[in-house]
C-alpha cells in the first residue's frame, strides 16, 4: 500500500469516528432530554399530590425525621452485630445466611418505608424566576 493510499484510509477511518461519535451525542442528548421529561413529570406529579394533601405531606415529612434516627440505631446494631460475628461468618455461610435471612428483609423494607416518606413529605424546590 503506498503512503497516499494509507493516508486516504486513515482520513476514512478518521471521518467514520467522527460521524459515529456525533451520532453518539445526539443519543446521549435524546436520553438526557427523555430522563429530564420523566423527572419534571415526577416532580409535577409530587407537587401536585403534595398541595392536594399538605397535612399529609407534613406527617410524611415528620415520619421520615423520626425513622431516620430509629433507622439510624437500627443499622448500628446491625453493624455492631456484624463486626462482632465477622469471623463467624467467614467460617460458616450458614451463620452468614441466617444474619442476611433476620436482618435483610426488615432492613429492605424499613428502607423502602423511609424513602417512602422521605419522598412524599419532601419540602418542595424553590421554583425558579
Not at 35 to 44: D, E, N, T
Not at 105 to 128: D, K, M, S
Request: glycine content about 4%; some cysteine.
Amino acid at each position: 500500500m503506498t503512503v497516499v493510499a494509507e493516508s486516504t484510509e486513515t482520513n476514512r477511518l478518521l471521518r467514520d469516528m467522527v460521524m459515529l461519535q456525533n451520532r453518539s451525542c445526539e443519543l446521549l442528548a435524546e436520553l438526557v432530554s427523555q430522563v429530564s421529561l420523566q423527572q419534571r413529570q415526577r416532580a409535577a406529579e409530587l407537587k401536585s399530590w403534595r398541595d392536594a394533601n399538605p397535612e399529609l405531606a407534613q406527617s410524611c415529612r415528620q415520619a421520615a425525621e423520626s425513622l431516620a434516627k430509629v433507622h439510624t440505631e437500627f443499622l448500628g446494631n446491625v453493624a455492631h452485630e456484624a463486626f462482632m460475628n465477622a469471623e463467624d461468618f467467614a467460617d460458616s455461610e450458614y451463620a452468614l445466611g441466617e444474619f442476611i435471612d433476620r436482618h435483610g428483609p426488615r432492613l429492605a423494607h424499613f428502607n423502602g418505608v423511609l424513602q417512602l416518606f422521605a419522598q412524599l413529605g419532601a419540602q418542595q424546590p424553590a421554583t425558579e424566576n
